[in-house]
């Protein structure tokens, strides 16, 4: 038994003995390696670019430009002095007349039943004032008289009354207004039926964006729409040329004359044109994109590179036109704007 015992103990004392000494040969690799501090990166800084303009001197021009009507500066409007009912309007919105072409009529039955019934009781007077005149003057002769002169006035109004119940064209022209007033309708005193427009005295009606630019006798690039045909006319008539109480119209529009030009065909009224307008025109003098002007409240500036370094640059400007702007202070030719 204690020699069981004592073997027992003397192998746990080996192992252990084993234990210890693998732990003192391997500790050191057992326990976590200590990190190698990293070297810092290198920093390398790139020079910053920036993309740039010379300044130069160059040409700037600013256009008024849009589209306008072809309107006529004649025309007359149609309407009956008295009221009555209409019989026919013969003409159409767009239809060319002559002169003394009907356009509209009223209903003359009632008046021609009048005329036929004057007609016979102006004859009868006068036959009584022949009879009454056969021996010579006498108060019944005058009495005779009296009494035809009254009936044939009589019938002169309804003869003028049956005139005044028709609508002629006084001129050679193009329809521009037809009532849609239908026969048997009643008309009214001075109600206008009919608007006839002279061709022949054809103007472009232009409503302008910058109307305080444009004067009497500018000149005037005109290209008809949907055509290759461009000619030149002139400012005839601006808002400033008419009276307070001018139309809406002609106190918003300017109006173009183009007699001189050599056209192979009238233009119709109502059709459009482009219209150009040569405003200013400056020469030698420094233009920028109006793109690169910077704006806050009432200051302009641009950004300038100085010495590799851009920098905000007060400046004036001129005219404009839109994408182009004038500078008429603050830079110098060949200095270096930046973009």
């Known amino acids: ?23 003192n040969l391997t500790g050191c690799y057992l326990l976590p390696q200590e990190e190698q501090p990293l070297s810092a990166p290198e920093l390398t800084v790139e020079a910053l670019t920036y993309d740039t303009q010379e300044v130069e001197l160059s040409t700037i021009e600013r256009w008024e430009t849009g589209t306008g009507t072809f309107v006529s500066r004649y025309s007359e409007s149609y309407a009956f002095e008295d009221t009555g009912i209409l019989k026919e309007i013969y003409v159409k919105s767009g239809q060319t007349v002559k002169q003394g072409d009907i356009l509209a009529e009223l209903d003359t039955e009632a008046i021609d039943e009048q005329i036929e019934y004057q007609e016979y009781v102006t004859e009868k007077a006068r036959l009584n004032y022949l009879n009454a005149s056969q021996n010579g003057w006498s108060y019944n002769s005058q009495i005779a008289k009296l009494d035809y002169d009254y009936q044939n006035g009589i019938l002169e109004d309804l003869y003028a009354q049956k005139t005044q119940s028709a609508l002629y064209a006084g001129f050679d022209g193009i329809v521009t207004y037809a009532s849609s007033t239908a026969p048997g309708d009643a008309v009214a005193e001075g109600k206008v039926l009919v ?6 005295k054809l ?8 109307l305080k630019d444009l004067y ?8 008809l729409r949907n055509s290759d045909v461009h000619f030149t006319g002139t400012i005839t008539q601006t808002p400033a040329d008419v009276p307070a109480d001018a139309g809406e119209e002609d106190q918003n529009c300017v109006y173009i004359s183009f007699e001189d030009a050599d056209l192979e065909e009238i233009p119709a009224i109502g059709s459009s044109a482009y219209v150009e307008v040569l405003l200013e025109r400056k020469e030698n003098v420094i233009v920028i994109s109006a793109k690169n002007l910077y704006s806050t ?6 950004r ?14 001129g005219i404009s036109n839109g994408t182009e702007i004038e500078i ?11 973009v």
């Open 1 to 23: 038994m204690k020699t069981k015992q004592a073997k027992l103990l003397k192998s746990v004392s080996c192992g252990a003995l084993s234990v210890f000494a693998f732990l």
């Open 195 to 200: 608007s006839i427009a002279d061709q022949t």
């Open 203 to 210: 103007e472009l009606q232009y409503e302008p964006a910058n």
């Open 216 to 223: 009497i006798g500018m000149e005037v690039s005109i290209l």
């Open 297 to 302: 409240n009432d200051r302009y500036y641009v």
């Open 304 to 317: 300038v590179l100085v010495n590799e370094i851009p920098e905000e640059r007060d400046v004036t400007v």
């Open 328 to 338: 008429t202070g603050g830079l110098e030719v060949g200095e270096k704007l930046v």
